[in-house]
């Protein structure tokens, strides 16, 4: 079996030179008691998609949530560490002042306002720039340009849309305050198959026609590598292992404990169980 990737500063800048993110070694408590990141450090480059991928419980969310800002409305602090944006420190900003900034979040679980249109909500997203009428028609349609199913349901009321539209929603409502780069949580979760390739497709999309820089938080390994540039496997809290994505979708470890894939084939769910209690890095 192939050795785990290093997780090492000098891996994680190989291939992701100049940083427009970078997460330093940051630790962050919750509560003021339960210590849920030990030490993640993290980059992304201009132009990229990276995804950060692991568990349920992993500490995905909270790393992202911790470069947001929007952590501390959930009694959760940085207390080592540093974020850093654009080459200049952001931890210390609110969550709107980075969206001033060019950096969104798109959180985990599609949150819309339910009793507003799918039109009405993306115009919420517009609310920190300081635009005309024409710029913001400009950037509606390019939403619509991207997301067309956004445009046919765009009288209907966002509670009533369905799941892959609430995410869609969620998104555009995200590039109406004309990012740089974009945070997004778990687009995946709860939905369709096809659904699920329809919007990690606009996120390439987006990527390379609007060079939106991505940090995604995933579960699903199998399509976040084959979209992604590079990865981040966390585990209880930990940078595990890092490498190009190409790589990890190749590595014996990461189909071992991520996609139940070995070189003898698909592993039972009771394999899987023995084998993880031998992941060389928990050692």
């Not at 945070?183 to 990527?207: C, H, R, T, Y």
Request: one cysteine or more; proline letters at 3%; aromatic letters at 6%.
């Amino acid at each position: 079996m192939n050795a785990p990737l290093p997780a090492t500063a000098d891996a994680a800048t190989e291939g992701l030179e100049r940083p427009y993110l970078a997460v330093n070694n940051i630790e962050v408590i919750n509560d003021h008691v339960i210590l849920v990141l030990k030490g993640v450090s993290l980059k992304v480059a201009p132009g990229k998609i990276v995804a950060l991928m692991g568990g349920n419980g992993a500490g995905k969310s909270t790393t992202l949530k911790s470069i947001s800002t929007l952590l501390r409305g959930e009694r959760g602090e940085v207390t080592k560490g540093s974020i850093e944006f654009k080459g200049q420190r952001i931890d210390h900003l609110t969550p709107n002042q980075l969206v001033s900034r060019g950096l969104s979040q798109v959180m985990e679980g599609r949150h819309c306002f339910a009793h507003l249109s799918i039109e009405e909500n993306l115009l919420t997203g517009a609310y920190t720039r300081r635009i005309s009428r024409a710029e913001l028609r400009e950037s509606l349609d390019k939403v619509y340009h991207y997301f067309p199913r956004l445009k046919l349901r765009r009288q209907s009321q966002a509670g009533y849309t369905s799941g892959g539209e609430q995410q869609m929603c969620a998104i555009g409502r995200a590039l109406m305050a004309k990012p740089s780069m974009i945070l997004l949580d778990e687009p995946s979760m709860g939905l369709a198959p096809q659904i699920v390739e329809e919007i990690f497709g606009i996120v390439k999309d987006l990527n390379t026609r609007e060079q939106v820089s991505f940090l995604l938080a995933e579960q699903n390994t199998t399509v976040a590598l084959r979209f992604a540039d590079f990865g981040y496997i966390l585990e209880n809290g930990r940078v595990v292992m890092e490498g190009a994505a190409s790589d990890l979708a190749v590595n014996e470890d990461v189909k071992e404990f991520y996609l139940g894939m070995s070189a003898a084939g698909r592993k039972s769910f009771r394999d899987m169980k023995f084998y993880r209690r031998r992941k060389r890095w928990l050692a």
